[in-house]
């Protein structure tokens, strides 16, 4: 059964939470920190121990959160204005022996500014117990959508296009910054979740139902954000969530060709995406591969951030574990041969997990770039790639040597120097250098002496140009061997966010 959860219901449930707490303020204050971390590692027994003589909220917190069966008429008074015969009806709640359990994950969630709430199926059975989940089984507030959220660039925008929804947490997020949400799935669950996610927040969207960009085939969106059942595999779907129906990595390769076509100019589209490594293939060459090449959209700055590489093996044991499948079942071993298998005929050697940041410029010069980022990020990835693209959009109006040349620059106040010296017979000996970002990703490049002091002197007063041939003279150089020697590196500080315009 699609549960359906009417808008004047999910209006009682709005006024429900918010009466009694149940709210991304509320729920922390009660359970407190170290039982609010141990919820988060799907650890429930401090939660159920600070929510006993919680009332109204602590009967929510164990009803949603931690999946207990609670008394019918402590669960009546909790939901009021909502009827419980109501609430049963809606496949929001079912009736167990001892009184009433939660049917759907009903649960706060916010930004650190807005707070709303989020539905989707639950992971467990009553009891605890982990379920193989059903085919259209719609996630919840998993890693990759807090990762995507967190990677994705919050800035005002109209028309945002949240693609393949699932419960809706893409679209919440994107109601801060955008003035008109549209959002979309395959998956009638996920629509019927996804309206349920919206009404209780008050948040307005319009949900569309379709297969990829069907829905929206002839629009143009400003932003466009995208949560795609990204695993590689063989062409299957055991799970809408997370399974394509296409082979391998076929299904970021349509998305990296298609999207930037739906974009306004200037607009810009992020997705997670996992890539194959193939036996004998860059990665970078694969991916760019995808990008399109026609006169239809030409100028699409691209942005391939690989944050992680995991081994074929490892890759089907995590996504097996994912399902609620036992690794040691015999239905698993057959899957994981069958998955297996395909890896190995298809010379796969590891799979990449990234993002992908696509922005339509119309350039005849745009900017394509792959990079690894393995360490972990000081700060979300969505404010660096806002960044990112603004430092490619200032390189590319810079793009003559002499612009660049004329160009006030001073370091970032995040960066810091670093120096690794060797003892010798004279003392500590110098052997190598580099300055590195303490913010964001991090961004570090390796310096010699004559770059360390360019930098050392770019503070915003004299242009590059003014600089280098003061550099010049003081190492005894020609100017010009040290402008062509420099540019490149500059260049390549500019866009990491070290050297600042």
Not at 199 to 228: K, M, Q, T, Y
Not at 315 to 326: E, H, I, N, P
Request: glycine share 10%; proline share 7%.
């Amino acid at each position: 059964m699609v549960p359906w959860l009417t808008p004047s219901l999910c209006a009682g449930l709005r006024a429900a939470f918010q009466r009694v707490g149940f709210d991304v303020d509320g729920v922390p204050a009660l359970l407190g920190a170290d039982a609010h971390a141990a919820l988060a590692r799907d650890e429930p027994v401090p939660a159920r121990l600070a929510s006993v003589d919680a009332g109204s909220l602590g009967v929510l917190v164990r009803l949603f959160l931690l999946g207990d069966t609670e008394p019918a008429g402590a669960v009546a008074d909790a939901l009021a204005p909502v009827e419980v015969a109501d609430a049963i009806a809606a496949g929001l709640l079912r009736e167990a022996p001892e009184g009433l359990t939660s049917a759907l994950d009903v649960r706060p969630h916010g930004d650190g500014v807005s707070g709303w709430w989020v539905v989707s199926d639950l992971e467990t059975r009553p009891g605890g117990r982990r379920a193989a989940l059903p085919a259209d089984h719609v996630l919840g507030i998993g890693s990759a959508s807090l990762s995507l959220a967190a990677a994705t660039m919050r800035r005002p925008v109209g028309r945002l296009l949240d693609l393949g929804t699932g419960c809706g947490v893409q679209a919440l997020h994107a109601s801060r910054h955008a003035s008109q949400l549209v959002a979309t799935d395959i998956n009638p669950r996920a629509l019927a979740l996804a309206a349920a996610t919206f009404a209780i927040s008050d948040v307005l969207v319009e949900l569309r139902a379709g297969a990829w960009l069907e829905p929206v085939a002839s629009e143009r969106f400003d932003h466009i954000v995208c949560n795609p059942p990204f695993v590689t595999g063989p062409p299957r779907v055991r799970h809408t969530y997370r399974d394509s129906g296409l082979a391998g990595d076929t299904v970021a390769a349509r998305l990296a060709g298609a999207l930037p076509r739906q974009l306004s100019d200037g607009g810009v589209a992020q997705l997670l995406a996992c890539w194959l490594h193939v036996k004998g293939q860059d990665w970078p060459d694969r991916v760019t591969s995808w990008l399109p090449h026609d006169d239809a959209v030409s100028g699409v700055d691209a942005w391939f951030v690989q944050r992680d590489v995991a081994d074929p093996a490892h890759y089907v044991g995590t996504w097996l574990r994912d399902s609620g499948v036992d690794p040691s079942s015999p239905a698993a071993r057959r899957e994981s041969e069958e998955w297996l298998a395909w890896m190995a005929e298809n010379q796969v050697e590891g799979v990449g997990f990234g993002f992908i940041t696509l922005r339509r410029t119309g350039a005849t010069d745009p900017t394509v770039l792959c990079e690894d980022l393995r360490e972990p990020m000081v700060d979300p990835l969505g404010e660096e790639v806002g960044g990112w693209l603004d430092r490619v959009s200032w390189l590319r109006e810079h793009a003559d040597d002499a612009a660049l040349l004329a160009a006030r620059l001073r370091l970032a106040p995040s960066v810091v120097l670093e120096e690794v010296s060797q003892p010798g017979p004279d003392g500590w000996r110098p052997v190598a250098a580099a300055v590195r970002r303490t913010d964001g990703p991090g961004w570090r490049h390796e310096l010699d002496s004559p770059a360390a002091a360019l930098l050392a002197g770019c503070q915003g007063t004299l242009t590059l140009g003014e600089l280098l041939e003061l550099l010049a003279a003081a190492h005894d150089e020609p100017t010009g061997k040290l402008v062509a020697a420099s540019l490149p590196g500059v260049r390549e500080l500019v866009r990491h966010g070290l050297l600042v315009p």
